[in-house]
């Protein structure tokens, strides 16, 4: 049952003190609390009632915590920490220097701010508007995106900011943003070249990008249950179906980490939470712990690809009827990322993105949902802009669209691999170029896209077959339409927008 208000409690960058969230869910328990979330943005989200919502405030003032009742003010710092050593090795960017940037914040940002290792993707880089991405190849130094509030408008800074400058240059941004909202938040056109005019840049360490950041193509790493790294040490990932945590559990989880001097937890933005550091010597405790919760730890890694929105009971139904069907076609989702998102002001990470909306509205009751499917360029989810892949689709079309469009993934996966192997061919490359402004054709009843360049490998059209030249007696892959129900259109027209 949804309960009526949610409490939401931030950890910086994710890192969470184990005595102090010991300390939140001793209050928690002490008005009846049995469960507890945690959101996309590393943050302890509590669902509680209206009959104890007072009393569990007057214990969280007394333990001096920093929390919102069903608000977004103070959004939390999202960090890639929870990764470091577990899934990203061979880094400049330590355990001291994000310490070092979040207790260098000292203000509570009212904009996201999102603090990312390069090396990674397990976290999002861009999802937040003040975005800080490690460079590759100058240590210290970090790129800066600006994400303007309410829009897509994403811009990259020129110029590296070295370490110690971070958190006073994430105040300095906030700060003009916020200041100057008729030119930077909610406005098609939020201008980067006049943001960085107003910053005072002689306060602080930077030096030219000597090119633009690479983000990293999105790889999804299995991110539960008991394994070793650095040789002797292990970490521990726990992942909730129905995204709740026993309040016991978590407090067994807390002294355990007390009693074998584990200094931290680690909420993801997959919400669930992470323990580093696990020693050998402790290895069965925590086995022990598992098998007294029943804690599953071995999901399908397809069912890990999902990104939900945060307290959506909706959304995580949808999850598992989408889930459902891609099991019974037995569909690969290898490098996805797969979104969920069913109300209006959500933003979920993701290479593909289910989106629903309502037919129409009775006094803002929605009534008979229609569903759109939505990839981000280059199905990389740091990507902020795609194309509508169908639209308009019923609950009972959905899920077979929704594997067309994984489909149509691992046919753009195909066409990378084959230009990678013709990159010594530059004819292959001026192919390539001449292949931009290829049309496509979209059925005019279940809206399926025929795209020239990756043609239909599964159904033996090899890419770059015309449709015109396509077998005869072509059928449409969903609906088996005839192929002169086809419409020619450009992706620039179908649908090019944000996600």
Known sequence: MNLPFTIKINFRGGIISPGDLYNILVACTRVGIKNVRFGLRQQLLVPVSVEKKDLLLTHLQQLDAQYEVDKEEYPNIVSSYPAEDVFINNTWLSEGVYKDIFDGINHQPKLKINLSDSNQSFTPMLTGNINWVAATDAQHYWHLFIRFPKTNI??????????????????????????????????????????????????????????????????????????????????????????????????????????????????????????????????????????????????????????????????????????????????????????????????????????RKPLFSIFGVELFHLYDILCAKNFNPNERTGFVFSRNNPKFLLGEQLRQSVLSFHKYRTGLQQAAAATNAPAAVEKKTEKKDEPIYQCRHCLTVYDVALGEPDNGIKPATKFDDLPLGYTCPLCEAPAADFIKTEKALLALQAI
Not at 168 to 177: D, H, N, P, T
């Open 154 to 355: 994403v811009y990259e800074w020129t110029e590296l900011v070295y370490t110690n400058d971070v958190p006073g240059l994430s105040a300095e941004v906030e700060q003009l943003i916020l200041q100057n909202n008729h030119l930077f938040f909610d406005q098609a056109a939020a201008n980067g070249h006049q943001l960085f005019g107003l910053i005072q840049k002689q306060k602080y360490i930077t030096r030219p990008a000597e090119k633009p950041a690479v983000l990293p193509a999105f790889n999804l790493p299995y991110y539960e249950g008991l394994n070793r790294y650095n040789n002797n040490k292990y970490w521990l990932g726990v992942y909730r179906r129905d995204e709740l945590y026993s309040i016991e559990f978590l407090k067994e989880v807390c002294r355990l980490c007390l009693d074998t001097k584990i200094g931290q937890l680690c909420s993801t933005p997959w919400k669930t939470i992470i323990v580093k550091a696990i020693e050998e010597k402790d290895k069965d405790r925590w086995s022990r712990l598992l098998e007294k919760y029943n804690i599953n730890m071995r999901h399908a890694a397809n069912e890990l690809n999902f990104q939900v929105e945060d307290n959506s009971s909706d959304a995580l139904a949808l999850k598992q009827y989408l889930l459902k069907q891609l099991n019974d076609e037995d569909t690969r989702t290898f490098g996805l990322c797969l979104g969920i998102k069913t109300k209006k002001k959500t933003e979920v990470f993701s290479s593909i993105l289910v989106k």
